[in-house]
């Protein structure tokens, strides 16, 4: 189902949450190190993109999952290549 309504696609994703169906293709250890690497070092050139990237991304791919279930969603891509 494809919908550019944001509450259904919020409603979509709380379902498949529900039913345990929302899952990472990412581990959580890599993204805590990535998180936790980027706050350690703020003063890095590209600091506030990678910050960007990282809070963008945790609701792009829900979105993304709720309205394409079977694509995958590659962590350095931006939005419009993928959903």
């Known amino acids: 189902m ?10 979509l994703v709380d379902a498949l949450h529900g039913y345990g169906q929302l899952t990472s293709p990412y581990a959580v250890d890599t993204i805590a190190e990535e998180i936790a690497l980027l ?4 003063e890095q050139p590209d600091a ?9 991304s945790q609701f ?6 709720a309205v394409h ?4 969603t590659p962590l350095n891509q931006p939005h419009a290549a993928h959903c």
Not at 60 to 65: A, E, P, T, V
């Open 69 to 72: 279930p079977k694509r995958s």
């Open 2 to 11: 494809h919908t550019d309504d944001v509450f259904v696609s919020t409603m």
């Open 48 to 56: 506030h993109a990678r910050a960007k990237r990282i809070v963008e």
């Open 60 to 65: 792009r791919r829900s979105h993304c999952r």
């Open 39 to 42: 706050l350690a070092s703020p």
